[in-house]
């Protein structure tokens, strides 16, 4: 993979190449793994789903940062397969809320098995006070990127109302 220009060395630049890198080993593992027929973007979908179970399609390509267009082409095959369901949300029967069935949430499982394995294949190689680093950022990270995440949702969107198609 190309470097950032020439500020490599910067933290921010690493960050972003590290992250581009492990997306890149876990699509692999993804790709190899036994989730036969289920891109990386299937299984983040299926996880969407299983986060906020009743979304609509909409905010499954908001929480995909895909278009409506490309979602539907992506939640489709997993409709097709018995892994999603759709089901028409009762005050509003323009709204389909998408569901997550059994057979989806083992398919999910078995994704996410293959992606962790690939991830802690590659922090096995470090010392263990380097994993213990490596956890510690990714403890401070985490909650500064899902803040972010919802910051950014909430200023394009409104309030996040994934999950919420249906009267509560």
Known sequence: ????????????????????????????????????G???????????LSAAPGASLSEV???????KPTASKTVEPLVQQGLVVRKVVPDNRRKQALY????GAEALDVGAGVAFTAIEDLLAR????DRE????????????????????????????????THAA
């Open 1 to 36: 993979m190309k470097h950032l220009g020439h500020e490599t060395d910067r933290p921010t630049a690493q960050l972003v190449q590290v992250a581009w890198h492990v997306l890149r080993i876990v699509r692999g593992a993804v790709d190899q793994g036994q989730t036969p």
């Open 100 to 103: 997550l069935t059994a057979r």
């Open 61 to 67: 390509a908001d929480e995909l940062g895909l278009q």
């Open 38 to 48: 289920l891109s990386l973007t299937e299984l983040r979908a299926l996880g969407a």
């Open 126 to 129: 470090l010392t263990p006070g």
């Open 133 to 164: 680093t490596v956890e510690r950022a990714m403890g401070l990270l985490h909650p500064l990127v899902h803040a972010r995440d919802a910051h950014d949702r909430d200023m394009t969107h409104g309030p996040n109302t994934l999950g919420r």
